[in-house]
Nanobody, 119 residues
Framework: QVQLVESGGGLAQPGGSLRLSCAASGFTFSNYVMSWYRQAPGKERELVAAIVTVAGSTNYADSVKGRFTISRDNAKNTVYLQMNSLKPEDTAVYYC????????????WGQGTQVTVSS
């Protein structure tokens, strides 16, 4: 059974940090591009960051470049999103997504974790 379980969300103050984790099971993690999306109330879901391999090949939305860092640990089947210098506009539900490297029609979503940035 495929599972993507996000954790680490919560309330943070502007300028603060949070680290999200997404633990994967039920598929061969290393065969998948891992990414983080977010969806704020009344807005469409948007790509935040993606990572292809452990060593590199990352991609970030312009709005988070220099503040967020995506990483993955294939031994732990986990992808992370380190979020620094948080802003109120980062408030959203954050979702983890796994897409097969060779079959983009094969993908899975996590259930999401709420991130709220407020003083």
């Amino acid at each position: 059974q495929v599972q993507l379980v996000e954790s680490g969300g919560g309330l943070a103050q502007p300028g603060g940090s949070l680290r999200l984790s997404c633990a994967a099971s039920g598929f061969t993690f290393s065969n998948y591009v891992m990414s983080w999306y977010r969806q704020a109330p009344g807005k469409e879901r948007e790509l935040v960051a993606a990572i292809v391999t452990v060593a590199g090949s990352t991609n970030y939305a312009d709005s988070v470049k220099g503040r967020f860092t995506i990483s993955r640990d294939n031994a732990k089947n986990t992808v992370y999103l380190q979020m620094n210098s948080l802003k109120p506009e980062d408030t959203a539900v954050y979702y983890c997504k796994a897409v097969h490297k060779l079959r983009v029609t094969l993908y899975y979503w996590g259930q999401g974790t709420q991130v709220t940035v407020s003083s």
